[in-house]
Structure formats: C-alpha cells, structure tokens
C-alpha cells in the first residue's frame, strides 16, 4: 500500500508459512517508523515485531535513531553534530559511546570514544 504522497505504508511479504508484514509511518515527507511483524504458521515461538524509529530537528536533519525488537531498543542514536556544510560530524551511540567523523579530502574517518574518556576504542 502506497499513501497520497506514494510512500509505501504496508508490505506483506509471505514466504513459505511465514508472514512478515512491514508498516512505515511518513511525516513530513520524512520516514518516521518502520515496524515488521513475523508471523509463521508453524513456529512454536510468538510472534516477534522488529521496529525503527528516526527523529529529525526543526532544519530537518536526523538527529535520533532508535531500532529494536518487541519495544526493546537495541540501538539508540543520539545527539547529532553537522558541520556548517551540513556533514555529520558524529553522534553518540546508546550515550555510552561517542562516534565522531572527520573529512580529509575523499577520506572519511570515524572514530569511537567512550563518553567522558575521550580514549579512542575504534577507527
């Protein structure tokens, strides 16, 4: 299914006795959140729902990112930094752990640090 803007809102895909059906929710032109429930026939297990969420600011840059499975978030995104040019500069994964990126020419470099400690763990 597609709204008025021809966005797609539902996505049915079945395969074998499985059934994953997928909804997006659109505002603002902007996708806001993507949820998937899984359903097979046989399984012995429940049902499972998988979710994505984005949040943007007032100049429409995302600046919130949430994804998860049955309402627990197993990755939280928050505090976007941009450049003048609009580049994102970094973001801080679960407010444990801050992701920064730097330009150099062609080459982009992301770096992780832990919040408050500023000790590289990863580039």
């Known amino acids: 299914k ?3 803007s021809s966005h797609l809102v539902e996505r ?3 395969v074998s006795n499985c059934r994953t059906t997928e909804t997006l929710v659109w505002e603002g032109g902007r996708l806001q959140k993507q949820t998937a429930v899984h359903h097979c026939d046989h399984s ?3 049902d499972r729902s998988d979710f994505n969420e984005w949040s943007y600011s007032k100049n429409g840059r995302l600046s919130g990112f949430q994804s998860g499975s ?3 978030a197993y990755t939280d995104l928050v505090n976007f930094k941009y450049d ?4 994102l500069l970094g973001y801080e994964l ?6 920064e990126i730097s330009y150099a020419g062609n080459r982009v470099t992301q770096s992780t640090f832990h919040k408050g ?3 590289k763990v990863y580039e």
Do not use: S, T, Y
Not at 84 to 87: L, N, T
Not at 94 to 99: G, K, T
């Open 117 to 119: 400690q500023h000790q």
């Open 94 to 99: 679960l407010a444990r752990d801050v992701i």
């Open 2 to 4: 597609f709204d008025d």
């Open 70 to 72: 049955d309402k627990v």
């Open 84 to 87: 003048a040019r609009g580049r």
């Open 44 to 46: 012995k297990f429940p």
């Open 12 to 14: 049915v895909n079945e």
